[in-house]
């Protein structure tokens, strides 16, 4: 790898993909932490309009490397990308020089041995002197070595799941989502490699200059939209004593708080919970002594 551009900047630049499963959550979660941005005419690139960040547009698998000679300075990608990245660093003898800041909760998936249905369980175990076709050498080379397996690594660039119908080999080390494509192809899921979703990534050392500033509120907005997913404001009345058991039922809850209703023993309490609040968790609080529930969204929440 080239030696990285670590030129001063006062904007922060952030590498997304153009197209493909990961673009649009990417886009619409910086939304949501309130960045707008005009784009170019050509689409490759995004100016900042509420904040001195931009988004360069690109492929998914260009991510790490723009991190690795300081073409971006953070990169929303899949892990599966940056850690296969990240192995063939070391297998070249270098420590990579970009890692992984946060973990963003979509774009879910594995990377998993596959073997044929037909295989009963013992010949899915024995991996020694089979092929196995892959699009991540660098996973599965660590993977093997680290268990002591000896079996020969094909790589290919795409149509990983037919290999073992065309004779490339014997089994397959791909992403799984849903695991309809590898039915589709007579095959089964057996071990998992990794658990994969859309990271933030960026680089090993902190910023020196006014990007690191712009990097922390960036962090700071990501945390809380992050974990406002899921999370609901609960409202509700009771009698002072059934306050230890109503918290009880909400271990998720934050710490509440807590007003007293003027002339009773009772008291008004609301909680964040992070939760999801079902119907269910509703009936058993009503059934401990809970009253007037109600169950708002959080929109935005800074701690």
């Keep these: 790898m080239s030696a990285p551009n670590r030129a001063v900047r006062d904007r922060l630049r952030i590498a997304v993909q153009k197209s493909g499963r990961l673009a649009e959550p990417a886009r619409a979660l910086l939304a949501s932490c309130g960045y707008a941005w005009r784009e170019t005419r050509d689409h490759l690139f995004c100016i900042g309009e509420t904040m001195p960040i931009d988004l360069l547009l ?23 990308v940056l850690l296969e990245r990240a192995g063939e660093c070391v297998l070249a003898g270098a420590p990579a020089p970009f890692r992984e800041w946060r973990g963003l909760g979509f774009g879910a998936c594995k990377l998993a041995l596959a073997v044929p249905q037909q295989w009963g369980e013992a010949q899915a175990l024995a991996l020694d002197g089979l ?9 599965l080379t660590q993977w093997l070595d680290e268990r002591g397996i000896a079996a020969e690594v094909v790589t290919l660039s795409g149509s990983v799941e037919i290999a073992p119908r065309l004779g490339k080999a014997d089994a397959i080390c791909d992403l799984v989502s849903s695991g309809a494509t590898l039915a589709a192809n007579q095959l089964r899921a057996t071990d998992v490699l990794l658990e994969s979703e859309a990271v933030l990534a960026g680089p090993v ?3 020196g200059d006014a990007r690191a500033e712009i990097a922390a509120l960036l962090l700071r907005r990501f945390d809380a939209v992050l974990g406002l997913r899921d999370s609901k404001l609960l409202l509700f009345q009771a009698a002072s004593c059934n306050v230890p058991a109503l918290m009880a039922l909400l271990p998720d809850a934050e710490q509440p708080t807590v007003m007293r209703v003027d002339g009773t ?15 269910q968790r509703l009936e058993d609080l009503k059934r401990a002594g809970a009253d007037a529930l ?7 929440m800074l701690a």
């Design 58 to 80: 690109v492929r998914d698998d260009d991510i790490p490397g723009l991190l690795a000679d300081g073409t971006c300075d953070l990169g929303i990608v899949g892990r599966n």
């Design 131 to 139: 092929r196995i076709a892959t699009s991540y050498p660098a996973l």
């Design 205 to 207: 050392a902190p910023f």
């Design 265 to 279: 023993d009772r008291v008004a309490l609301q909680a964040v919970c992070r939760g999801a609040v079902t119907w």
């Design 294 to 300: 109600l169950v708002v969204p959080v929109e935005r």
